[in-house]
């Protein structure tokens, strides 16, 4: 091979080898085993304040970026949560979500298939490696499983597995954490609901997502906006 020919061939494998970086998708590459990744989990948990009873003040926007509701939410680390919002017209619509339900209310008549507003909030209150598991679990995700995966800026890790393709596609349930800090990213629950969290607000020194997006696989999204959090009586 000539001079020429060898520089040509060298040339054409470094840039086949920038492009296969440039879409490789998450930069770090490295997997904790399923059992250290729970562990980090419940250890930011824990770091947050999180793994308590708390009250949360907050409005329901709309995808125009309209308030058009204000109430309040509690939530448990057993997978209990609480949440009420008032419309400008007086509706009042109740949610609550256990660890094998959730139903809804509005104007006191339960409402069919309704849009589950409430994330699996044990996730991010699970206090030790198990819990986190456990809660993984009980929303039937399959915690022995642990994927990379990107969402907005955040290189994840993603408990329960994901599938291949767009991560915006995926379908299975799953905890996508920051692999930095291993805060709460998105959460990808059973009824085809994708939760997407904001960068934690600050009160009583309990570190809690700002706001969550809640995206249905039909029908509009929504944006919670957390106004403040403090530990519930």
Not at 190 to 204: A, I, L, N, V
Request: net charge neutral; hydrophobic share 40%; aromatic share 6%.
């Amino acid at each position: 091979m000539s001079t020429a020919a060898g520089r040509r061939g060298c040339c054409v494998a470094l840039l086949a080898a920038a492009l296969a970086l440039s879409h490789a998708g998450p930069v770090r590459a490295w997997i904790p085993e399923p059992e250290s990744a729970w562990s980090m989990v419940a250890q930011s948990n824990s770091a947050a304040s999180r793994t308590r009873a708390l009250a949360l003040d907050v409005a329901l926007v709309g995808a125009d970026g309209v308030v058009v509701a204000t109430g309040t939410a509690r939530v448990e680390p057993n997978g209990r949560a609480r949440l009420g919002v008032t419309f400008a017209d007086g509706t009042v619509e109740m949610h609550e979500r256990t660890p094998i339900d959730y139903q809804a209310t509005r104007a006191g008549t339960r409402v069919e298939k309704p849009l589950r507003l409430i994330p699996p909030i044990a996730l991010l209150q699970a206090d030790t490696a198990q819990a986190v598991a456990d809660a993984l679990r009980t929303i039937g995700g399959d915690p022995r499983l642990v994927d990379l995966g990107m969402e907005g800026a955040h290189d994840c890790w993603v408990l329960g597995g994901r599938d291949m393709g767009a991560f915006d596609d995926n379908t299975r349930v799953s905890l996508w954490v920051d692999q930095e800090t291993q805060q709460p990213v998105r959460i990808d629950d059973g009824s085809g609901t994708q939760y997407r969290f904001g960068s934690p607000k600050k009160g009583e020194n309990i570190r809690f997502p700002a706001w969550i997006d809640v995206r249905a696989a039909t029908g509009p999204s929504w944006r919670i906006d957390v106004k403040s959090v403090r530990s519930a009586p």
